[in-house]
């Protein structure tokens, strides 16, 4: 069901509409909409007649009350936008791309113009269409915030092959992030179930029972410590949504400028090298990056694995996390 709109619309039925159906007269007053959209919208109890639930066939009469909160109307497929993309490995069947931070993947509520889709659509002739007319091409996703590899198909039939590969978990997938926090293990398996929040439906949260959870396996290894944070290396194995930031937030070690997961959608340069008198912002998204993908090509079985490389901001901060840790250890001696 489309996304509904916060007003509802209030419509009298005339005379000469007495007898209509409850779909047909509100065809007739918003042509704009098929008939289909609208009997979702009636069967989902958004329109009602006389402040009471009925059925698209519902017979009008002359002075009836008519109510509906109209869903918004289906978007179009993405428009091209040329909009710059780094491409690390194209042929005629698929392309991998390495997605900046702050891109959305498709089309969604808010989010219409400067997404993925759009930028693919401007670039390449041909998409693939599996997965529907928003998604051309597209066949896995990264978080808004996530930069990284992600692979592109250009036809229906590497699209299908690829999916295919996801679903059966053959695919390599590893992400790099900086947490803040120390695990406690140089390198480790998290098997945590996850499901939707109990409380914010936006988030997911590890859910041990009930109808919603399901299972979830990540590994992890330390690349590298620093005085309160942490680099790491992380593969998941199952592909569950927002997997590897509540993972690693189960552990006391949340991904950096991660907003949902650890409060926090900022850093400063004070704050990671520890001259508090330094304001200035140094990261300002989360601080996690998928870092390599590994898969057989869908038409040939050729093994591809094709690598980002990691973005100057994260490693910027590496840098002013690893000179405050060199500060930190000469006033030790």
Not at 110 to 119: C, E, I, K, V
Not at 234 to 243: D, S, W, Y
Not at 249 to 259: E, F, K, M, N, W
Not at 260 to 289: C, F, I, K, P
């Amino acid at each position: 069901m489309a996304e509904l709109s916060s007003e509802p619309v209030e419509l009298f039925v005339s005379s000469a509409q007495a007898g209509l159906r409850l779909d047909q007269f509100l065809a007739q007053s918003f042509p704009e909409y098929s008939r289909v959209l609208l009997r979702k919208a009636i069967n989902a109890a958004a329109a009602r007649v006389d402040g009471q639930r009925t059925k698209a066939a519902h017979h009008l009469k002359a002075g009836d009350r008519v109510t509906i909160a109209l869903p918004e109307l289906p978007r179009p497929r993405p428009q091209a936008e040329n909009i710059p993309l780094r491409i690390l490995y194209e042929d005629e069947h698929l392309v991998f791309i390495d997605k900046p931070p702050g891109m959305v993947v498709h089309p969604a509520k808010g989010h219409w113009n400067g997404t993925l889709a759009s930028a693919l659509a401007f670039h390449f002739e041909q998409l693939s269409q599996v997965g529907g007319p928003t998604r051309p091409g597209i066949v896995h996703r990264l978080d808004r915030d996530t930069s990284g590899v992600m692979v592109v198909a250009k036809t229906d039939r590497a699209h299908t092959a690829l999916a295919r590969q996801f679903e059966d978990r053959t695919i390599e997938k590893e992400y790099f992030a900086i947490v803040a926090g120390e695990p406690d293990r140089d390198r480790d398996r998290i098997n945590l179930s996850i499901g939707v929040h109990p409380y914010q439906r936006e988030k997911m949260a590890v859910r041990r029972e009930g109808p919603g959870a399901r299972p979830a396996e990540s590994f992890y290894e330390v690349l590298e410590r620093f005085p309160g944070f942490a680099a790491v290396r992380i593969v998941p194995k199952t592909g569950r949504t927002h997997q590897i930031r509540v993972h690693l937030s189960s552990i006391g070690c949340a991904v950096l400028c991660d907003a949902q997961y650890s409060g926090r959608n900022r850093m400063t340069r004070g704050e990671l090298t520890g001259d508090v008198s330094d304001q200035t912002v140094a990261l300002a998204r989360q601080a996690l990056h998928a870092r390599r993908l590994a898969l057989r090509h869908p038409i040939s079985g050729e093994r591809l694995e094709i690598e980002a490389p990691l973005p100057d901001d994260l490693q910027a901060v590496l840098v002013l996390l690893g000179q405050h840790r060199a500060k930190t250890a000469s006033v030790r001696k």
